[in-house]
């Protein structure tokens, strides 16, 4: 399958909603349409990838400067490929984009979270070369 991935339009924010649904999450598209206006490609990109002109899959990252660390570090809050475009190499295109970007912006490392119910999702983060390194809690405020 041959993907182009670019940064995320306003204009992408139907798509960009409807993957982050089939993720969990609870969006609608005018709110992701605020987001996306509002996101800088320094600091908080998103990139989809798309097929024939169809958005089949979507990567976020935040970079930002830890206290602890010499060189900003890149977290992908999101990423996501439609379940019809799995096992293609979407994914693993959007991730080493997503790399690639935040070693331009000269990060020293990219870290992600996923759901503890994505057993499958671990599985290729693992495969390509991501390692458990802790847990993440959250509380809501």
């Known amino acids: 399958m041959s993907v182009e991935i670019r ?46 002109g169809e958005i089949v899959g979507m990567v976020s990252l935040i970079v930002c400067r830890w206290i602890q660390w010499e060189k900003p570090i890149a977290r992908v809050p999101a990423m996501i490929v439609h379940d019809a475009h799995q096992r293609r190499g979407v994914g693993r295109a959007l991730v080493e984009h997503a790399v690639t970007h935040a070693r331009q912006l000269g990060c020293g490392a990219i870290e992600l979270t996923s759901a503890n119910d994505r057993a499958y999702a671990h599985a290729f983060y693992r495969d390509i070369g991501f390692a458990q390194t802790s847990l993440r809690f959250k509380k809501l405020i």
């Open 7 to 52: 940064f995320a339009e306003p204009d992408d924010a139907d798509a960009v909603a409807t993957l982050l649904i089939e993720l969990g999450y609870d969006v609608t598209s005018p709110r992701i349409r605020q987001s996306l206006s509002a996101m800088k490609p320094n600091l908080d990109p998103v990139f989809v990838a798309s097929n024939k």
